[in-house]
């Protein structure tokens, strides 16, 4: 059992504000579970559920100094639900991308002789895999 066990979150939070790694590793072992298993609920991926948990606890240390926070499970949940929604937003756009290059193979149109339009993909292909 950690020293830090008995503390409850805004206990927590202010020591993580104070730069505390011991208290915000204690933060990361109460509530991991929590946003693992909300990010789980929508995506049913396993590095999906990893990316957005570690990103919500990057995203928490990183503002660890100004956090004014009321209700931290409320608080984390929120966190997974907009990171989520980020990454249901950005699949969506790919998955169009994927439809409309599938969509215009069936149409059988070649675009090798036109360069105008291999330069414009080659660049929507790489601000998409960026």
Known sequence: MSVFSPLSDSELLHLIG?????AFSEL????????????WNVLQDQESCMEVTQEV????????????????????????KYKVTD?????????????NLDE???????????????????KVITILSG
């Open 18 to 22: 104070e730069d505390d790694r011991a």
């Open 57 to 80: 606890f990057v995203w928490l240390w990183d503002h660890r100094a100004g956090l004014q926070i009321n209700s931290l499970p409320s608080y984390l949940r929120a966190a997974v």
């Open 28 to 39: 990361y072992n109460r509530y991991w579970r929590l946003l693992y298993q909300s990010a």
């Open 104 to 122: 215009l193979d069936a149409l059988n149109l070649s675009i090798e002789d036109d360069p105008l339009e291999i330069k414009e993909l080659k």
């Open 87 to 99: 990454i249901l937003r950005v699949n969506k756009v790919r998955d169009a991308c994927f439809v």
